[in-house]
């Protein structure tokens, strides 16, 4: 007897799966042809359905339209609001956020075609520059501590932070289409622009930390500018590394610099300092001193000591924990050295000997 056979049926989509299947064509359609040129029909038969179906899932197209870049400006702001909540530095936040949009455009380019050319019509004011705002608050708030710790005026943080957040936005419309370089040669470049200024851009930037590459590559940490009574530096070399770098660690969960900075000393000099004692001095971010492809975000302070070599204090620093070998040096002796760490050689010793250095014009 012949078999008899009947074709298979494929499997009913339940609600939530058709209308997520609704929503993928609809952002091809709606990023390739407009919200405009986008029709009901074309989306159907790209989902291989009839127009009614359509209709039931949504009503009309703009509220599909609506969806779909509502979908796209959570999937954005998302990304981007967890590249700013990390708990790092500036620099490294900056870092993060320009990768992730560049990331967000790369993976999801019909999304940002969508979020950059068409506001729905519940948004007119447009959905990009409404995403813009919202980031924007996040990188103000960044900013405006970081000024109120150097110094500067918070309230100029907004205004900062829509001149980075526009710079970063427009770079990422440019690289939708270009898409060369790659995407972390690009952020490395805005970082290179925004972070050091044109006067002070790198010949070959490049990111010090890529968020999601499984190895970090950015060290939160403190140092402490140590000086005696007649204006020598200690500088440390902890054991088993060949450079000698300022007194200073990475940072304990929970801690913040100034804490951590007076932990560090402590540990490895062998004094009793409060945070308190410790003058904030700034920060600093750029290559570490003994870890290949690492860089450091630091926390920087200063602590003078009385007497030669601190001999006038309470307790006289010494090598302690992991410190193998000390050294007390002029800043002119140290800067002569080979062997001091990035931080020393290319910003604390030379703001100290320009400090050091007297005004052109005024006589000895």
Request: glycine share 10%; with cysteine.
């Amino acid at each position: 007897m012949a078999r008899i056979t009947t074709a298979r049926s494929r499997p009913r989509m339940t609600g939530v799966q058709r209308r997520a299947q609704l929503i993928g064509v609809a952002r091809s359609l709606f990023a390739l042809r407009g919200l405009e040129g986008a029709t009901i029909e074309d989306i159907a038969a790209g989902a291989g359905v009839s127009k009614p179906v359509v209709y039931e899932h949504f009503g009309s197209k703009e509220a599909l339209y609506t969806e779909v870049v509502d979908t796209e400006f959570d999937r954005l702001l998302a990304a981007i609001t967890e590249a700013l909540g990390a708990d790092a530095g500036p620099r490294v936040l900056l870092e993060r956020a320009a990768y992730s949009l560049l990331d967000y455009i790369e993976n999801h380019t019909d999304g940002f075609r969508i979020l950059v050319r068409d506001a729905p019509p519940s948004q007119p004011e447009g959905t990009f520059s409404t995403l813009l705002s919202r980031i924007a608050a996040d990188v103000e708030h960044i900013l405006s501590k970081e000024f109120g710790s150097r110094g500067l005026s918070a309230e100029v943080g907004g205004m900062y932070a829509q001149m980075l957040v526009g710079m970063v936005a427009m770079t990422g419309q440019w690289w939708l289409d270009a898409r060369t370089p790659d995407k972390a040669t690009v952020a490395a470049h805005l970082v290179n622009l925004s972070w050091n200024g044109l006067t002070g851009l790198q010949k070959e930037p490049a990111l010090g930390h890529i968020p999601g590459g499984g190895i970090p590559l950015v060290l939160t940490l403190s140092a402490v500018l140590l000086r005696d009574g007649d204006g020598r530096i200690l500088l440390v070399r902890k054991r088993g590394t060949r450079r000698f770098m300022q007194p200073g660690g990475k940072l304990e969960p929970g801690e913040d610099f100034r804490t951590a900075a007076a932990r560090e000393v402590n540990e490895e000099l062998g004094l009793s300092v409060i945070p308190g004692d410790l003058t904030d001095i700034g920060r600093w971010y750029g290559p570490a001193a003994n870890e290949a492809n690492t860089f450091i975000d630091a926390g920087l302070f200063a602590l003078t000591v009385p007497g030669p070599c601190g001999t006038g204090n309470a307790v006289a620093p010494r090598a302690a924990a992991e410190i193998e070998e000390t050294l007390w040096l002029t800043p002119a002796e140290a800067f002569a050295r080979n062997d001091i760490s990035p931080l020393l050689r290319d910003h604390v010793l030379p703001e100290l000997l320009a400090q050091e250095s007297p005004a052109p014009g005024v006589d000895g």
